[in-house]
């Protein structure tokens, strides 16, 4: 696709959007709004809640990334004028399923394998929970993390995602001993969380991920989710911000 050529699939996106309601640019789109960084236009609504991926940055080679790309700009195209919401909708978690599928075959160094990364990920997802957002379920995998959040007031998902994205970089290169390389893609994949159905199937595919990865058996065997009960055991249990 011609970087010059107007994504029509995304301007159809963006006006029925508006038409549902959802305001567009005049107010901030990091809160409320749409905004891109390429093909997939990321919806912003404040008060909602966001099922959110983010991966490493060898999970996904640019060549794979960039086919699934161009069929989802393709699929995009072919929509009509008439095409509605959920119809673009479906174009978009059609994309995610692909990525996540690919994700789930645990391609790259996956160092969230390592109990010690995985451990400081999941308590830097924790870190904030009640202060900056509130934390639902969420699952830290061998080469990306899923997490539903809910954003407070004065924080934006962008704000959030990254800071816990910087800090937990500086930090598994240092345990890596690694200088200046890139840990996470810096492209995270957000959906604005529509009504309590999606919530909910959205919920079961973050607990069931590493059982459907072959990681473990039931969700609560996985230690680096929200499913396992030491969590809950040990909630007031925060390490220090730094």
Known sequence: MNPAEPNRGLERVKFQLRADGIPDEARNPLRTGIHSRGYLPHVKREGASY?????LADSLPKEVLLRFE?????ALRRLTAKATTEQAEEVHRELRRKIERYLDQGAGECH?????IADLVANALRRFHGQQYLLDDWVVMPNHVHVILWPLPNFTLSEILKSRKRHTARQANLFLGRTGETFWQRESY??????D???ARIRR???MNPVKAGLCKTPEDWKWSSAWPGWNANAAAQPPQT
């Open 51 to 55: 099922f959110v991926t983010f991966r």
């Open 70 to 74: 161009q069929e989802h700009a393709e």
């Open 112 to 116: 969230l394998r390592q109990p010690e």
């Open 190 to 195: 957000d959906h604005w969380i529509r009504n």
């Open 197 to 199: 159905e999606e919530k």
């Open 205 to 207: 595919y973050i607990r």
